[in-house]
């Protein structure tokens, strides 16, 4: 292979796109599994405290830890390689899910996978976004890519809700295996290589220091909810997440080439883009993970009507992609994102009224379906708004910065829920309890167990035992303290499509590239493709 330089950018080709939307459709599966078969993990597995919550995030907390270091890597060294490196890492992630004995096995195998996927993100979008050079182009690459990782959080529950009908959660991880594969092999024959390294660097100063804050930031969120807020661990990882993250600012002010150029952040839109990037994701998945809560381990529902609930919500943003991909290119960013988020807040204060014990699926529609909708044009409008706001050589650093505010986003949606959720639900459970009718010998057997467990330990135990008989009391519980999760979410949707509107002015021009200005930019700095 021979590495050509060109003045001219070169053209997004058939098979590259191909290759980076199976990539992240997968990457995008393997981080939604988790949610669908939550209440097998429960059931089978018995996690305690903020256990269950670091199943899901312990594929999240790489994601967006390393997204950044991976946008760099792939501009220095070329993306094909880190694309075909990220769908390898995640086979062997799922391998390991699927071989796990328990739940520190589990969080192993999903932490390589969020390897995987951390480097698979950032590389597919730049890839695109590198090989589109009009405002019509870069629209429905942009949708397409988004519709890919829509189809993947489709895939998720299909897959998930088919191969657990016999109660294992196992040969879901064996399936993505099987997928991780193709994807690979794809991505060798069909993907065309791009790299640019003009201005890059490995910048060791902001990587270490932006991986120690944002790890010890989602820590602290996480375990703040089994260990307590007050707990030293908690304030120290918290004080830690705050110098560090400081220091990462001086750290990009100061570098030569700094893996994120802070002065993007004095354009308003890639500025707005960002902030609801990171609260408007919290708030979709914060949703998403309260509603697999309600039909896993509270209602005990199967995991393929759980993947019901879930295919809607990703299956819309799969069919609106021929409309979405039109209305970014005719429509302000502004009453996209706003319309997005709005719809998304509507369905949380709609499930925050549903009865916990209304098991019935068609209870769920309405506030899925705004979901899905909602979803489907936020996550087109934010990445569409903040990379196409920067000059095309800064494709790569744009796009790792954005994937890296929207999996913050993710990972702190369930983090943030479940610990709002859960302390909620416990100090509910155990006024009721103590002023229940329930006998004395089963009152101190509900507590013993909701102090090693919380109530979604008593709603697991067998319903003829003593803490059993408290379960009424728990799920009582855990649908009061979810409605508030739901609450929440829809107060930060709401609150960030007032944002969307009121902070995204001017027309189109102002947040979306031109055929000339691109032009310009890529003439400036040439792309380097191998052949």
């Not at 312990?58 to 390689?81: H, M, Q, W, Y």
């Not at 390589?112 to 589109?132: C, D, E, N, Q, R």
């Not at 109530?455 to 009391?473: F, R, T």
């Not at 930060?492 to 055929?515: F, I, K, M, Y």
């Amino acid at each position: 292979m021979t590495e050509v330089t060109s003045l001219h950018p070169s053209s997004l080709s058939r098979g590259t796109l191909l290759a980076g939307c199976l990539a992240v459709c997968l990457a995008q599966m393997a981080i939604a599994m988790p949610a669908v078969l939550n209440g097998l993990f429960q059931t089978d597995l018995h996690p305690i405290g903020s256990q269950l919550t670091w199943i899901s995030d312990a594929i999240l907390l790489p994601v967006t830890v390393l997204e950044l270091t991976f946008g760099v890597l792939g501009d220095l060294f070329g993306r094909k390689r880190l694309l075909v490196g990220g769908t390898t890492l995640i086979a062997v992630g799922e391998i390991v899910s699927a071989s796990a004995g328990g739940v520190h096995g589990l969080w192993l195998g999903q932490a390589i996978t969020g390897l995987g996927a951390a480097a698979v993100f950032p590389t597919s979008l730049a890839m695109i976004a590198a090989g589109t050079h009009t405002v019509r182009e870069r629209a429905r690459g942009i949708s397409v890519w988004a519709a890919a990782l829509s189809t993947g959080g489709f895939v998720a529950p299909v897959v998930a809700g088919i191969t657990s009908g016999n109660g294992s959660w196992r040969t879901a991880f064996v399936v993505a295996v099987v997928l991780a594969a193709l994807s690979t092999l794809v991505s060798l024959a069909l993907a065309k290589n791009s790299s640019a390294p003009e201005g890059r660097s490995l910048d060791w100063g902001g990587q270490v220091t932006i991986l120690i804050g944002l790890f010890a930031l989602l820590y602290a969120v996480i375990q703040g909810q089994s260990d307590g807020w007050g707990a030293p661990s908690v304030i120290v990882a918290f004080v830690v997440a705050a110098v560090f993250l400081v220091l990462f600012v001086v750290a990009e002010a100061r570098a030569r080439a700094p893996m994120l150029r802070l002065d993007l952040f004095r354009s308003r839109p890639f500025t707005v883009a960002s902030i609801i990037a990171v609260v408007g994701m919290f708030s979709f998945l914060g949703t998403a993970y309260a509603i697999s809560i309600r039909l896993g381990p509270i209602q005990h529902q199967t995991p393929l009507r759980a993947a019901a609930a879930f295919v809607m919500i990703n299956g819309l943003a799969l069919v609106m992609t021929p409309l979405t991909s039109r209305l970014l290119e005719r429509v302000n960013p502004r009453w996209l994102l706003g319309g997005g988020l709005l719809l998304i807040a509507a369905g949380d204060f709609i499930a925050a009224g549903l009865d916990v014990r209304d098991t019935a699926l068609t209870s769920l529609v309405l506030p899925l379906v705004l979901l899905g909708l909602g979803f489907a044009l936020t996550v087109s409008s934010i990445t569409a708004t903040a990379v196409n706001t920067v000059p095309n050589h800064y494709a790569g650093m744009a796009s790792a910065s954005t994937s890296l505010l929207r999996d913050l986003g993710f990972t702190l949606g369930p983090a943030i829920i479940g610990a709002i959720a859960l302390s909620s639900a416990a100090s509910t459970f155990t006024t009721n309890l103590a002023t229940s009718a329930l006998a004395p010998q089963v009152r101190a057997a509900a507590t013993a167990v909701a102090q090693e467990g919380g109530p979604l330990a008593i709603n697991s135990v067998p319903p003829a035992s003593p803490p059993g008989q408290a379960a009424s009391i728990a799920v009582d519980a855990l649908g009061n303290g979810y409605s508030i999760g739901f609450l929440v979410c829809g107060i930060a949707a709401l609150l960030c499509s007032l944002l969307a509107v009121t902070a995204l002015r001017g027309g189109r021009g102002n947040t979306q590239v031109t055929e000339d200005s691109l032009a310009e930019d890529t003439a400036l700095t040439p792309q380097h493709v191998q052949l």
